[in-house]
């Protein structure tokens, strides 16, 4: 599986972006897939994760309420929708996937839960 984010940007403080994960290879219905982001000097964070099917999604709490997941599996695609951005959304943000065997809950927040890595796409909220 190979991931491609896309649609990071500059935006203002209050304002929304989406980011978009394309994924190659078979079977994308089967993978939940995720996001995680990464500020400059501090570690990887969950943002969530959605199941190969879209019906169970988790959320990390510093996003909750303010950023959506979705997926279209007829596009191999997973959608993150960032609403009313703060300037501590800043961070390059990384789309993941996880692969059989799947990861067990207590995993599922933290980077071991996943098996594959995109390159990162960058979001700068100016306050």
């Known amino acids: 599986v190979q991931l491609q984010a896309s649609g990071g940007g500059l935006v203002q403080a209050g304002g929304s972006l989406r980011l978009s994960c394309a994924a190659s290879?078979?079977?994308?219905?089967?993978?939940?897939m995720g996001w995680f982001r990464q500020a400059p000097g501090k570690e990887r964070g969950f943002v969530g994760r959605i199941t190969g099917y879209g019906n169970t999604i988790h959320y990390g709490d510093s996003v909750k309420g303010r950023f959506t997941l979705s997926r279209d599996n007829t596009k191999n695609t997973v959608y993150l929708q960032m609403n009313s951005l703060k300037s501590e959304d800043t961070a390059i943000y990384f789309c993941v996937a996880d692969a059989p065997p799947f990861k067990i809950l207590s995993d599922i927040e933290t980077p071991r839960g996943y098996d594959y890595w995109g390159q990162g796409t960058q979001v700068t909220v100016s306050s």
């Open positions: 290879g078979r079977a994308f219905n089967r993978y939940p």
